[in-house]
């Protein structure tokens, strides 16, 4: 007698809502009061056709919150991002040139935008490894970046992939233990294979005194064989804060080289039991090479051949941006490349398998460079326990303020209760995002990889949204630079969320 095991799904990730009147938010509620009471004065401190006027003014400004489209933006969010785009444009702060010809003054190919200020060093671990640490003095926050090798879900049981995913859910709940931990980030990137490392690897082993047939026959493999092939690399990017807590004392470069010099080891090993395969951390020149390609992708060819004849390029941080980019409305031009970037702004509903991110990551034939990144933001234990009380106290509020509750409240409030269980259980909270970046050789491409990522994000049950106005961040945050996007935005994401 056999008996078949039920396949495990995942889900129950809910989004934060404060309470609120018919739908509306804290925000929007406080104004649907202060427009009541402001109409009623106005009324009676002249006559009812002003309290009108006002109370028509307040309406409108109440309906530009709350009808939002199926991405979950308001009309006043959508006005917002428009405008600041077409502040930019007129400023023409969306194009760069860099370089000794370019506009800016240091004469360098420097990283555009977020990534402008950052700044580069070099460590090792207590393995001796060296390691990257990447530095942004506006934010005062620290990155390492880690290389991985998924070993990849073929022909690997049931079993062993449950076990991978509930190692990787653990060791995300454990970095919110961590010290002075902000985010963490995992970057999927697929590109087009040159067949440098397979010449190579073949040349080596080929026998002089082998006869001249099989001689020929590896050579032939060797030309045909990288056409249409694909490389899929993986990176975890870590970014800690200088303060090792709120209000503590930040610290310098030098003693955070130090600290993550001793803890990345561990880091790194608590990785190897999520099924991420071999790791190690990224040298400063391999994430020159990373990004340097990233913004040039004609260049992966040629950093490919230096490498392979041993020769590496010496690339410095200052050089590693593009030389020209153009960040227009929903796409992103930058040196010989063209890129459109997403992100989600709904993640499956129901319960998912662990599977449902496959075709999404895998290459694609119309996607010359594709690059998925989930973006994590680990939630201290301490904070966790009010976060998920206040869903649960507004998930319900927002369930009894209506005579005719609907069905998604129902389950909003299911969901709530269910995470309050589960972390007061010990389970770990963490604020997670996705985007996806699809990057052409040429302008006339690019229909393709839309109608392709499309495709992709609806076998992921993901709904994902064009980023409008912001191509050129949301770009740098997709790359495995552990960018922290809430901490460069002017208007605080809580606040954005209830507009």
């Known amino acids: ?41 106005v009324t009676m401190a002249s006559n009812i056709l002003n309290g009108a006027v006002t109370a028509f003014v307040f309406g409108l400004f109440l309906l530009a919150v709350a009808v939002k489209n199926k991405h979950g933006q308001s009309l006043l969010m959508r006005a917002a991002t428009k405008a600041g785009w077409m502040t930019t444009k007129s400023k023409g702060t969306h194009i760069y040139r860099s370089g000794p010809l370019g506009r800016a003054e240091w004469g360098t190919a420097q990283l555009p935008g977020l990534a402008a200020g950052s700044r580069l060093t070099e460590w090792k671990d207590s393995y001796n490894r060296p390691f990257a640490l990447l530095q942004v003095p506006s934010t005062s926050d620290y990155t390492v970046v880690i290389a991985t090798e998924p070993d990849g879900a073929a022909l690997v049981d049931r079993e062993q992939v449950d076990v991978w995913v509930a190692e990787w859910g653990m060791w995300l709940a454990s970095l919110g233990d961590e010290p002075g931990i902000e985010a963490a980030s995992v970057t999927i990137e697929t590109a087009p ?121 010496e690339l410095y941080w200052p050089e590693v941006g593009p030389t020209a980019h153009q960040s227009n409305w929903d796409t992103y031009r930058h040196d010989s490349a063209l890129s459109v970037t997403w992100m989600m702004s709904g993640a499956p509903r129901g319960n998912v398998p662990s599977s449902v991110l496959a075709r999404l990551l895998a290459p694609h034939r119309d996607v010359a460079r594709k690059r998925v990144t989930l973006l994590y933001r680990p939630i201290d234990a301490a904070k966790a326990a009010a976060i998920v009380e206040a869903d649960v106290r507004a998930s319900t509020f927002n369930l009894q303020s209506s005579d005719k509750p609907t069905a998604r409240s129902m389950t909003a409030t ?27 050789m040429h302008a006339s491409q690019e229909a393709d990889a839309r109608a392709a990522i499309d495709n992709l994000s ?34 605080p994401s809580e606040v954005r969320e209830q507009l």
């Open 1 to 41: 007698m056999t008996t078949t095991e039920a396949l495990r799904s995942y889900g129950n990730w809910t989004k934060p809502k404060t309470a609120g009147l018919m739908g509306l938010g804290s925000i929007g509620t406080a104004v649907l009061f202060v427009g009541a009471g402001f109409s009623v004065i």
């Open 193 to 313: 294979d040159t067949g440098t490392r397979l010449r190579r690897e073949v040349t080596s082993r080929i026998d002089p005194s082998a006869p001249e047939f099989a001689k020929r026959i590896l050579n032939d493999l060797v030309d045909q064989y990288p056409a249409g092939s694909a490389t899929i690399k993986a990176y975890v990017a870590l970014t800690f804060n200088a303060a090792a807590r709120v209000g503590g004392k930040k610290r310098t470069p030098d003693e955070m080289g130090r600290e993550l010099a001793s803890r990345l080891p561990g880091l790194t090993q608590g990785l190897a039991a999520t099924g991420a395969g071999a790791t190690r951390p990224l040298s400063a020149q391999d994430l020159c090479e990373v990004v340097r390609v990233a913004y040039d992708p004609a260049a992966a060819p040629l950093i490919d051949t230096a490498n392979a004849a041993g020769e590496p390029p």
């Open 414 to 440: 299911r969901a709530a209760l269910a995470t309050a269980q589960e972390e007061a259980s010990g389970a770990g909270l963490v604020n997670f995002g996705l985007l996806v970046t699809a990057t052409v």
């Open 458 to 491: 609806a076998t992921a049950r993901l709904r994902l949204r064009v980023v409008h106005g912001s191509q050129d961040s949301a770009f740098a945050a997709a790359l495995p630079l552990g960018l922290v996007l809430p901490k460069h935005l002017r208007v």
